[in-house]
């Protein structure tokens, strides 16, 4: 039985209407962009949904619920910055950190993401096909502004249902010609253009194939994460005499920040926060050289 029924559809728009104003601050803060956001329609029909979806390179947000999913897809042009092709590790953080947010405003309550990721995306039209999108297709748009003209530049989609979710870029980015020709008619946001962001891509170095083809493969391992609260030690008559209702005291200040370990790897610091009715993590410090093993991003 499908979880996307036409009274959950209803439920997803009033939530993404209701939320309009937390989505597009998270959008600014975690992509650096000025734009504003203003509610669309929700419609129906696969046919018409997949000819109106953007073949450009983006974002493609995909959330998973159990064997079906829903997807977001932002153009590049809606003034993404260039380092998302080639994010460094606060950037990846900054990206992922959107389908986490937005899980929370885009989604009712009773519609759980069991999984979700950004994943970087050369052409959005082609990873929203090969996720398998439904017949029974619904899309619900947010109409994105020019915060100083309210100049329409384009619109974010969100769709469902699919029911073969990609978490791996499927479609290749566009070539360089065809990338410049593209970013030369893109609206130049309060002085902010595409294409000065494409100039300064161009600069970066690249992604040999064979990196790309290395991490596509190993990406997928699953690995464990552990948070550790703190530590102390104890001798063996503490140990024995433990009981329900012990309480245990640490030296640790509940204001310290909580290690997060990859296995017995230390790998970053963060801060515990309440998501509804679950615990989670805010990553806070990713960048130091002691922590961060770099092995892990030069695969």
């Not at 009773?110 to 990873?127: D, P, R, W």
């Not at 997060?260 to 989670?280: D, P, S, T």
Request: hydrophobic residues 40%; glycine residues 6%.
């Amino acid at each position: 039985m499908s979880l996307f029924t036409p009274e959950m559809a209803t439920k997803i728009a009033d939530a993404c209407r209701s939320n309009l104003d937390a989505i597009n601050q998270s959008y600014q803060s975690n992509l650096g962009a000025k734009v504003k956001f203003g509610a669309g329609e929700l419609s129906t029909g696969c046919d018409a949904i997949l000819g109106e979806a953007s073949a450009e390179p983006g974002l493609f947000v995909l959330f998973e619920f159990s064997e079906q999913a829903l997807a977001v897809l932002i153009p590049a042009s809606l003034d993404v910055p260039a380092w998302y092709r080639q994010p460094d590790e606060n950037q990846a953080s900054r990206l992922q950190t959107l389908p986490m947010e937005w899980s929370m405003g885009l989604l009712p309550m009773e519609l759980e993401a069991t999984k979700y990721q950004t994943i970087i995306c050369g052409n959005l039209k082609k990873q929203l096909t090969a996720c398998g999108l439904g017949d029974d297709a619904q899309r619900f748009e947010y109409l994105i502004q020019n915060p100083m003209t309210s100049n329409e530049m384009g619109r974010i989609q969100i769709i469902w249902p699919l029911s073969t979710p990609r978490f791996q870029n499927v479609a290749d980015f566009p070539a360089a010609a065809e990338s410049s020709t593209n970013t030369q008619a893109a609206p130049d946001i309060g002085g902010h253009s595409a294409v000065e962001d494409e100039t300064d891509f161009d600069d970066e170095p690249t992604v040999s194939p064979a990196t790309l083809t290395r991490q596509s493969r190993v990406l997928p391992i699953p690995v464990p994460l552990i948070v550790k609260i703190a530590q102390k030690r104890i001798d063996l008559r503490q140990l024995r005499g433990l009981a329900p209702g012990t309480l245990i005291t640490f030296d640790k200040s509940c204001d310290d920040p909580l290690e997060v370990f990859i296995g017995r790897q230390l790998y970053c610091r963060g801060e515990a926060v309440k998501m509804e009715e679950h615990f989670a993590i805010k990553i806070t410090e990713t960048d130091s050289e002691v922590i961060r093993p770099q092995l892990v991003h030069g695969l």
